[in-house]
């Protein structure tokens, strides 16, 4: 397996178990990876390139070391100008209009990726859904955005992420 920043972090471990500590290492936010719950679900569905963003951490120097703990020679300099998107620290001032708890369903060991999508469908001009959260959601930030809809992920101080999704 060649690792990149597209390389989902499941197929990662499954290949090489021996990376999940230099993973954690990374940031704090990484040891949800010992959850196997979130290791079930999330890890599957979360590439290299995702998780930085959600760790605040550069891509090019974590594939980098992954890459050198199994004999992998560094990424070209195509990936050099690969870029972590911010998340947020500010709430923005929307109108929330729906509401979706995640916790739940990702503690029972699901996945709330199709609830989000099927109630974003659902959304209209002006409205705006509030995702909690116990990480930031990456993946699911992502096809959202890719969809069209504005998407701001906000950390709060008590272990909560609160991620706003407006049409």
Same mark, same amino acid.
């Given at each position: 397996?060649?690792?990149?920043?597209?390389?989902?972090?499941?197929?990662?471990?499954?290949?090489?178990?021996?990376?999940?500590?230099t993973i954690?290492?990374?940031s704090?936010?990484?040891?949800?990876?010992?959850?196997?719950v $979130? +290791?079930?679900? !999330?890890?599957?569905?979360?590439?290299?390139?995702?998780? #930085?963003?959600?760790? &605040?951490?550069? /891509?090019?120097?974590?594939?980098?070391? $992954? +890459?050198?703990? !199994?004999?992998?020679?560094?990424?070209?300099?195509?990936? #050099?100008?690969?870029? &972590?998107?911010? /998340?947020?620290?500010?709430?923005?001032?929307y +109108?929330?209009?729906?509401?979706?708890?995640?916790?739940?369903?990702?503690?029972a060991?699901?996945?709330?990726?199709?609830?989000?999508?099927?109630?974003?469908?659902?959304?209209?001009?002006?409205?705006?859904?509030?995702?909690?959260?116990?990480?930031?959601?990456?993946?699911?930030?992502?096809?959202?955005?890719?969809?069209?809809?504005?998407?701001?992920?906000?950390?709060?101080?008590?272990?909560?992420?609160?991620?706003?999704?407006k049409?």
């Open positions: 397996m060649n690792i990149t920043p597209d390389t989902k972090i499941a197929d990662l471990l499954k290949e090489f178990p021996q990376l999940e500590a954690i290492r990374y704090p936010a990484f040891s949800a990876l010992k959850n196997p $979130l +290791r079930r679900t !999330v890890a599957k569905v979360t590439s290299l390139q995702q998780a #930085a963003k959600v760790g &605040n951490v550069s /891509i090019v120097e974590m594939v980098d070391t $992954l +890459r050198a703990e !199994v004999g992998q020679s560094p990424l070209h300099d195509e990936y #050099a100008q690969i870029e &972590n998107s911010d /998340i947020n620290a500010e709430i923005p001032s +109108r929330v209009t729906h509401h979706y708890d995640a916790r739940p369903v990702i503690d060991g699901d996945h709330p990726k199709d609830a989000i999508f099927e109630l974003a469908k659902t959304m209209k001009s002006g409205d705006c859904l509030e995702i909690l959260t116990p990480f930031p959601p990456v993946p699911i930030a992502d096809f959202l955005t890719n969809k069209g809809y504005k998407v701001t992920i906000s950390t709060t101080q008590n272990g909560v992420v609160k991620t706003y999704v049409i």
